[in-house]
């Protein structure tokens, strides 16, 4: 964990905004890539969430924008986090293997880790040459 703001009731998402840009700006300064912020389902996380242009337009809720510190990367939020560890599991365990129990597809294509880390590979192949 590279930092946390305590959600007081007295914060606004307008407050929290400033102090969390300031904290990425900083971080990317100094080289530390910030590629998402992690937070609970609470209100004013939500609100701060909604304080964003959303880089991926047609949903109800914004999970990504423009990294304003490094505007070549997006940012992602997740919310909720337990639920990653869910979707971590459905992932490993898709896929026709025998220790596979279910079986995800888009397009009639098996989604597995292995298909996750080919895309995240491709991703990040293309940060790298945007940032060079």
Partial sequence: MVATFPTLDNLDANTMYDKV?????????????????????AA??????????????GFDVVFDT??????????????????LKTIRNCFYKSGT???S???????????GLLLLGCIMKIRSTTYDDVSS
Avoid: K, M, Q
């Fill in 101 to 111: 129990t279910r079986l995800l597809t888009i397009s009639n294509e098996v989604i």
């Fill in 66 to 83: 423009v990294n304003l510190a490094a505007p070549h990367r997006p940012l992602y939020f997740f919310s909720d986090v337990p639920h």
């Fill in 21 to 41: 840009w300031d904290t990425i700006g900083a971080l990317e300064r100094s080289g530390i890539w910030i590629i998402a912020i992690v937070g609970d389902d």
């Fill in 97 to 99: 293997g025998p220790n």
């Fill in 44 to 57: 004013i996380n939500r609100a701060f969430f909604a304080c964003h242009p959303p880089l991926t337009e």
